[in-house]
């Protein structure tokens, strides 16, 4: 993942003057969020917390990257992660979907490479 950290400004469907991003890619799914007919607002300044237990017993919180309600109603957890990653974080995905179907939310993983 290429990391460049900077400001998307004055988003129409986020509750924020601005959001932050962390890399290139996280930019151009903003970009995306923002031309999607269905989305109706979208945040990565939310504060939830997903607790899961690594692969070695610790017990660790992580923040998924987009909430994103959709016009449908329906409310998704979006994490972007480079498929090189994708082993390192089964554990918090398989924490994240028990904690999204709980709340009746979906969870989506974006791989990109």
């Given at each position: 993942?290429?990391?460049?950290?900077?400001e998307?400004?004055?988003?129409k469907?986020?509750?924020?003057n601005?959001?932050?991003?962390d890399?290139?890619?996280?930019k151009?799914f903003?970009?995306?969020?923002?031309?999607?007919?269905?989305?109706?607002k979208?945040?990565?300044?939310?504060?939830?917390i997903?607790d899961?237990?690594?692969?070695?017993?610790?017990?660790?919180?992580?923040k998924?990257?987009f909430?994103?309600?959709?016009?449908?109603g329906?409310?998704?957890?979006?994490?972007?992660k480079?498929?090189?990653?994708l082993?390192?974080?089964?554990?918090?995905m398989?924490?994240?979907?028990k904690?999204?179907?709980?709340r009746?939310?979906?969870l989506?993983?974006?791989?990109?490479?």
């Open positions: 993942m290429i990391a460049h950290r900077g998307f400004k004055n988003p469907k986020s509750p924020y601005f959001e932050v991003y890399s290139s890619w996280e151009e903003m970009e995306e969020l923002e031309k999607d007919e269905e989305i109706k979208w945040t990565k300044n939310h504060s939830i997903i899961y237990y690594d692969t070695n017993s610790k017990f660790r919180g992580f998924p990257e909430l994103v309600e959709k016009k449908d329906s409310i998704e957890l979006i994490e972007i480079g498929r090189h990653l082993l390192e974080f089964k554990k918090k398989e924490s994240a979907e904690w999204c179907n709980a009746k939310m979906n989506r993983v974006i791989s990109r490479y």
